[in-house]
Nanobody
Framework: QVQLVESGGGLVQAGGSLRLSCAAS????????MGWFRQAPGKEREFVGR??????YYADSVKGRFTISRDNAKNTVYLQMNSLKPEDTAVYYC????????????????WGQGTQVTVSS
């Protein structure tokens, strides 16, 4: 099992930046893919991006604005979010999988509790 804890959410004005962190503990050596998802009120959970096997992949809606990075020494994955828009407002979740997986939430095994990001216009 892997435990994930997100942090770094908050309120920011449109055009601003935030960096989310996802700290992993437990069987971190078995993690192959780390994904970021978000869920806005009344909407389904949506893929944001993933780090898998050393490569990253992003949803079109965030490509060029969001960047995923990883600090192996700290067992932490980051989501740097720049040029934020009001439509980025959501609860953001990180998730772990133990093989290369895609963009579906059901592909991921362990989830964090989420952190709220609110972008004001």
């Amino acid at each position: 099992q892997v435990q994930l804890v997100e942090s770094g959410g908050g309120l920011v004005q449109a055009g601003g930046s935030l960096r989310l962190s996802c700290a992993a503990s437990g069987r971190t050596f078995s993690i192959y893919t780390m994904g970021w998802f978000r869920q806005a009120p009344g909407k389904e959970r949506e893929f944001v991006g993933r780090w898998s096997g050393g490569s990253t992949y992003y949803a079109d809606s965030v490509k060029g604005r969001f960047t995923i990075s990883r600090d192996n020494a700290k067992n932490t994955v980051y989501l740097q979010m720049n040029s934020l828009k009001p439509e980025d407002t959501a609860v953001y979740y990180c998730a772990a999988a133990f093989q290369r997986v895609g963009v579906r939430p059901t592909d991921y095994v362990n989830w964090g509790q989420g952190t709220q990001v609110t972008v004001s216009s």
